[in-house]
């Protein structure tokens, strides 16, 4: 007869047995643990090698043909026989096991398939059961997992960045998915995630901003569309401002040529003098040094423009599902601060003076990795501050504040040296246990990005053109379009799906032609194409209309088909996925498990029919797909889309 054993108890005994040989692990989140308890149990005595060793090594595989959990045996480093013969003793050896199909070797390598008939019983119920928490595994982030009372670990994930007043370029669109991305993941793993936007927010165009506003603004578009009216008279100021400082030059110029040829440059340098004093740029100079010293008139309206612009961002950043709790940004790095940060540098003996501004010279550093980084400044002679500069002043401060156990920056590779520069300085000058904690998740370029109506201003933008684009392609299927409630808002929710799987499709730091076309078609391993698999597997349980009591009593065991087996088989890693992920920290992991897992479906649908099939047998099968909807929704929300039902 058929070993009784309901998930629970294979789940509780797994925890217990689990714990007794300290795996690393909690199975109970993660079926494919059962499996590498039971083997590492099985190999310990065969192998002399500890349980907990070789349950690190069981890796998944790429591709179901060759098995479950792959063991490669050289791993474990045992003494005497050649690993090919050591892999094949083994599987000789191997006891028998109700979930475990006799291991096969593959020249080194331990093969281990499934039993699918236990596979089976164990998985469906258990996604079945924790819904939108299957894949999730909350003992990650423990500071202890000894010891959970000890409360998760920390982690900010700063992410997005846009610069105020200056558009929203490509770079800022890929951090802000990364980057949600990233703190979904996270907080599956149940790490307490601090989504952080850091705003560029200070500096000189502050002040341009703020005089542009007193010659071009307007209250009214100021509070309709603040970001878009920020950014016209911006560019409206930086119209008067350019040509002004490109007279300027040419006369510099002019005086330069004038003292070679040591002739009279009194005239010239009064008049350059006087250009220069009356000019849009010193004006906002004078501006910003109000800032800079705290002058509350001018911070007044430089905190409207800031806090206006906050709540246009937060609109946008919630149609993408993303929510910050912190809005910092390089206002926020307080003067004294900055001045602590220079005297760190200056007693580490990292900074000197040159030219009267205080600069870091990494290439005195004996490391070859240290030297490419360069030089660079950190105070001006003027003595205002710089980004860099403020970044140090920042992460201490983020450190102080939030006591984080790991920061993520999320920022283009363009700023690689920038970044690596700051881990490096921070490190130098005594705050290594921070700069230990600091990760950079960098990523390539967007090439040719650019809405319909010319250059990006801001995400609402790019969002605007996909939906549109979308909206037309759900068009062409006349009958279709005639079913779905509200296209207008399923248009935009599928257009921020192809912009979002079409940017987290590659591994990062690829670089990507940005396609409306291409990211925009139902072919090929798109966000549509997500939404597609997702919305008919809500249309199979529409028609097949049984209860969630009728889909939890199914008799699984009639699920026999190799296509419902390995789909099973699929499903179960997904856990498995979500724990690799955190070690790539990259989107595509997830992506390329939702399409294998979307393409096995699609094959299914013929072979695996519900409507029209026996009802216990239909019972089943919904059950299957049912399963795999929830792991389906489960992936598409970790990635940040919203999954649709109908479309
Ligand atoms: N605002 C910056 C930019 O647009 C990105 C900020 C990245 N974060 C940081 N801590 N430096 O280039």
Redesign the pocket.
């Known amino acids: 007869p058929p070993q009784k054993c309901s998930f629970a108890m294979a789940a509780s005994q797994a925890l217990a047995d689990a714990q007794r040989v300290g795996a690393p692990a909690d199975p109970y989140n993660n079926p494919v643990d059962l499996y590498r308890d039971q083997i590492s149990r099985d190999l310990a005595p065969l192998t002399g090698k500890p349980a907990g060793d070789i349950f690190d090594r069981l890796a998944y595989t790429q591709t179901l043909d060759k098995g479950d959990l792959n063991l490669p045996v050289p791993a474990l480093r045992i003494q005497g026989k050649k690993p090919n013969e050591q892999a094949a003793e083994l599987a000789e050896k191997y006891p028998d096991n109700p979930a475990l199909e006799k291991p096969t070797a593959n020249g080194p390598i331990l093969q281990f398939f499934f039993k699918s008939e236990p596979l089976v019983r164990l998985v469906i119920p258990s996604i079945l059961q924790k819904k939108q928490h299957y894949g999730n595994n909350y003992t990650l982030g423990l500071k202890d997992p000894s010891d959970p009372s000890k409360g998760a670990k920390t982690i900010i994930v ?1 992410f997005s ?3 105020i007043a200056k558009p929203f370029h490509a ?2 669109l890929r951090s802000t998915i990364i980057g949600g991305f990233l703190a979904n993941l996270h907080e599956a793993a149940g790490w307490k995630v601090i989504r952080m936007n ?3 927010d200070w500096g000189r165009q502050f002040g341009l901003l703020a005089n542009a506003f007193e010659t071009y603004g307007s209250e009214e578009k100021l509070k309709q569309d603040p970001i878009g009216h920020l950014f016209d008279i911006y560019v409206a100021i930086n119209k008067v401002s350019g040509p002004e400082e490109d007279e300027i030059k040419t006369k510099q110029e002019q005086l330069k040529q004038l003292e070679e040829r040591k002739e009279d440059t009194a005239t010239l340098a009064t008049e350059i003098a006087a250009l220069q004093a009356k000019s849009t740029n010193e004006k906002a100079r004078q501006y910003f040094k109000r800032l800079e010293n705290g002058d509350e008139k001018a911070l007044a309206v430089w905190r409207r423009f800031r806090d206006l612009s906050i709540s246009r961002y937060e609109k946008t950043y919630a149609r993408l599902n993303i929510h910050y709790d912190v809005y910092s940004g390089e206002s926020q790095v307080e003067m004294w601060r900055l001045d602590r940060a220079c005297n760190e540098l200056e007693q580490s003996g990292l900074s000197e003076e040159s030219k009267g501004a205080i600069i870091v010279d990494l290439t005195k550093n004996k490391d070859k990795n240290v030297k490419k980084l360069g030089k660079t400044l950190v105070k001006k002679s003027d003595g205002s501050s710089l ?1 860099l500069t403020r ?1 140090l002043g ?1 992460a201490v401060k983020r450190d102080e504040l939030y006591h984080f156990d790991k920061m993520i ?1 999320v ?1 283009s590779s363009q ?1 690689d040296v ?1 970044v690596n520069q700051m881990f490096k300085i921070l490190e130098l000058m005594g705050r290594k246990e921070i700069s230990d904690k600091c990760v950079l998740v960098n990523f390539g370029m967007v090439l040719g990005m650019s809405t319909r109506k010319g250059t990006v201003k801001f995400l609402d933008d790019i969002l605007r053109d996909v939906g549109d684009e979308m909206h037309g392609v759900m068009k062409k299927n006349d009958k279709k379009y005639s079913q779905v409630e509200n296209p207008e808002q399923t248009a935009d929710t599928l257009g921020i799906s192809a912009v979002m799987v079409q940017d987290m499709k590659g591994k990062r730091i690829n670089n990507y032609e940005f396609s409306l076309e291409q990211m925009c078609s139902f072919e090929g391993d798109t966000g549509p194409y997500l939404q597609y698999a997702h919305a008919r597997l809500c249309s199979i349980t529409r028609k097949a209309a049984l209860t969630a009591e009728e889909i939890n009593s199914a008799d699984l065991s009639l699920l026999k088909e190799s296509h419902a087996i390995n789909l099973v088989r699929v499903l179960a890693s997904w856990p498995d996925m979500v724990q690799q992920t955190l070690k790539t920290l990259e989107p595509t992991t997830v992506l390329t498990y939702l399409f294998k897992m979307t393409h096995m479906l699609s094959s299914s649908y013929d072979v695996l029919q519900v409507v029209g099939s026996e009802p216990e047998l239909k019972k089943a099968r919904m059950a299957l797909y049912e399963a795999a909807r929830q792991v389906l929704h489960n992936g598409m929300k970790m990635l940040g889309l919203n999954p649709v039902e109908r479309m």
């Open positions: 700063e960045s846009p610069n770079g800022h850091y705003l560029g980004y970044d920042e920056y920022i700023q920038h």
